[in-house]
């Protein structure tokens, strides 16, 4: 069975680059019917590990992505850690080191000014004597002293790091007893069963290390898949500054959460070139032995792009749930599928979405200058006044037809074109030249207020 883990250490938030290799891993374990766990790697920062798991929670459960089980603290597992150094001190695999700071820095000191790798020289590795006293001891793994660790990366193919260049006898137990970073790892990932390992290619230097672990305990050593980076359009690091890091960023930004997994798959693999991917194609084509080698580059672009898509095809009710997150409410069924069928092909983002809407159902507050300077002459003030005369005069008009059909009577008797008046009525009912088709506006602001909207216009010292 594929047994595929997120691991992150705990930030207090979830970045963008941390969800795409959860969706990474969580679709792989999806696809095969296996298992997708979560474990939290916050040995060194206990205090932030709840607030880390909640952010993951947060953003999983936006997302829809889901993992199995319990989540894994490894801060509750010191006892395990410890077990597992004191098998391989029993089996002379690894062995205590007493070696001062003083001393490890002279060592340090005199590699550097020999233009040698800073490392260890494995003065106690095969120590029989007496400990020297007052010096509380690490412990440090038996690493292979020459020879190539090689192992087939599912992205970058076959990898090999010769023994002497990386390797010395790391640490895998502090002084103080608790087990370093590649250790944890190693014992989780072997203890929790998990076969397949994708992760960021930041962790390849780390690779060799935990191979050298997996053989000392015995383990069976998973398949590793090392997603490049997602760089910044210019190609660095992603930063702050490229796109939001925290992925509730995204929400609050007005992105649906599909728009954002489909952009975060596309970030390192593709499938043909479709663009366009839901969470059922994810899982179904999703394979990570086709991950891009090389790194990706985050575009904003794209992603909006993406977003569009996604609220085009959004039903109304979507998208009104969606607003409610920013505090806009639409109740009323049928401006729910008129406002929904206006503005979906013109929202990039639900705050978009949300934008349009409130510039259409509030009265304007003021009105663009430009516009007026530009559409509204005395000539069109004269007609405003007529229209609204006409309008008054009408019955109670309803739907778009109804608007349209009576702006036409009209036009045709004073022997004007709709491109005549429409800037000016548009400018009375919504504060500015842009909104969708006015008949629309009408009939989703209603009878009265397209009155009071034109007659407050017309009320204002305006030429
Ligand atoms: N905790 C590591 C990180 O947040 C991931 C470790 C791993 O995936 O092996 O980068």
Redesign the pocket.
């Known amino acids: 069975m594929t047994v595929t883990r997120f ?3 705990p930030t207090g938030y979830l970045h963008i680059g ?1 969800l795409r ?1 959860a969706l990474y891993n969580y679709l792989w374990a999806r696809r095969n019917g296996g298992k997708f766990l979560l474990r939290i ?1 916050d040995t060194d920062l206990k205090r932030n590990s709840l607030e880390a798991a909640q952010a993951i929670k947060e953003a999983f459960e936006w997302t829809g992505l889901s993992y199995d089980g319990e989540i894994v603290y490894q801060s509750q597992r010191f006892d395990i850690y410890k077990e597992y150094v004191e098998k391989l001190l029993k089996e002379d695999k690894a062995y205590y080191c007493y070696m001062s700071k003083e001393e490890l820095d002279a060592l340090r000191e005199e590699q550097t000014a020999n233009k040698q790798r800073p490392r260890y020289n494995g003065k106690y590795r095969d120590f029989k004597g007496v400990a020297p006293a007052g010096i509380e001891p690490v412990v440090r793994i038996k690493a292979p002293l020459n020879g190539e660790i090689t192992f087939d990366d599912g992205v970058k193919g076959s990898i090999s790091f010769k023994a002497e260049d990386i390797l010395d006898d790391f640490i895998i137990a502090r002084s103080d007893g608790t087990p370093t970073y590649n250790f944890t ?1 190693v014992v989780d990932d072997a203890l929790m069963g998990v076969t397949d ?1 994708i ?2 290619d ?2 390849l230097s ?1 690779t060799p290390k935990q191979i050298v672990i997996y053989e000392a305990l015995g383990f069976k050593i998973p398949k590793f898949f090392h997603v490049p980076m997602i760089n910044n359009p210019q190609g660095k690091k992603l930063s702050k500054r490229d796109g939001a890091m925290d992925v509730m960023e995204y929400k609050n930004m007005g992105f649906l959460s599909e728009a954002l997994l489909n952009f975060l798959v596309r970030l390192g693999w593709s499938y043909g070139d479709q663009e366009i991917f839901s969470l059922k194609e994810m899982i179904e084509f999703f394979d990570p032995n086709n991950i891009n080698a090389s790194a990706s580059s985050y575009n904003q672009q794209k992603l909006e792009w993406l977003n569009a898509c996604y609220i085009k095809n959004a039903t109304s009710a979507r998208l009104w749930q969606e607003a409610s997150n920013f505090k806009l409410s639409i109740k009323d069924d049928k401006n729910a599928e008129l406002l929904a069928g206006m503005l979906r092909e013109r929202a990039k983002t639900i705050v978009q979405l949300v934008e349009m809407t409130k510039a259409i159902l509030d009265e304007p507050q003021s009105y663009e200058q430009k516009a007026i300077e530009k559409f509204v002459t005395k000539e069109s003030v004269l007609y405003l006044k007529e229209y609204l005369d006409i309008l008054s005069k009408s019955k109670d008009l309803e739907s778009a037809n109804d608007f349209e059909n009576i702006t036409n009577e009209f036009l045709e008797k004073i022997g004007l074109k709709l491109k005549d008046i429409a800037q000016p009525i548009r400018i009375a009912l919504v504060g500015s030249s842009v909104s969708p088709s006015i008949f629309e506006v009408m009939s989703v602001i209603g009878y009265d207020s397209v009155r009071v909207r034109i007659e407050k216009f017309l009320n204002r010292e305006i030429v």
Do not use: M
Request: charged share 25%; net charge negative; aromatic share 0%.
């Open positions: 691991a992150p250490s941390g290799t790697e790892v390992v992760r960021g930041d962790h780390n």
